[in-house]
């Protein structure tokens, strides 16, 4: 298993795998717009190359304070590999050279399997509200 930053020729598998793992998700977040973004930001993404081939992505983000787990996703193929443990490990890792003393992320409340991976992993439910606000100027 290979885990290194993201390269430009990784955006196809990387929007494929996203548009697998996260049907549904809103336009804001179609994985084009949210690679893009994110790249326009910084290169906080990692991808798990297993026996040579793409197996999973992750993007993180550190603000100087907290740091954040977004679009985590092993491909189908390789599940139950130990991929996705050592996907979050690394990207911890890395936010903690960065400075980072805390990670968040977020599930949705209906993906109980996801959240028992995290769990597993040292997550914690905490008791906070998350909130957001779209803003009107963005076709979302």
């Known amino acids: 298993m290979k885990i290194r930053k993201y390269l430009a020729s990784d955006k196809l598998n990387i929007i494929k795998l996203w548009e697998q793992a996260f049907p549904n998700n809103p336009k804001h977040s179609q994985p084009l717009a949210m690679?893009?973004?994110k790249l326009a930001v910084d290169d906080l993404i990692f991808i798990v190359e297993y026996q040579?081939?793409?197996?999973?992505?992750?993007?993180?983000?550190y603000d100087g304070h907290r740091?954040?787990?977004y679009a985590v996703a092993v491909s189908q193929n390789h599940r139950r590999l130990g991929i996705g443990k050592a996907l979050i490990e690394h990207a911890v890792l890395e936010l903690t050279k960065l400075g980072c003393f805390k990670v968040n992320l977020q599930i949705r409340d209906t993906n109980h399997n996801v959240a028992?991976?995290?769990?597993?992993l040292g997550?914690?439910?905490e008791p906070r509200i998350s909130m957001g606000k779209r803003l009107s100027h963005l076709d979302v």
Do not use: D
Not at 52 to 61: D, R
Not at 116 to 120: D, N
């Open 52 to 61: 040579s081939e793409f197996a999973g992505a992750c993007i993180a983000g």
């Open 67 to 69: 740091g954040w787990l």
């Open 116 to 120: 028992h991976f995290y769990k597993s």
């Open 35 to 37: 690679l893009e973004a």
């Open 123 to 125: 997550f914690e439910v």
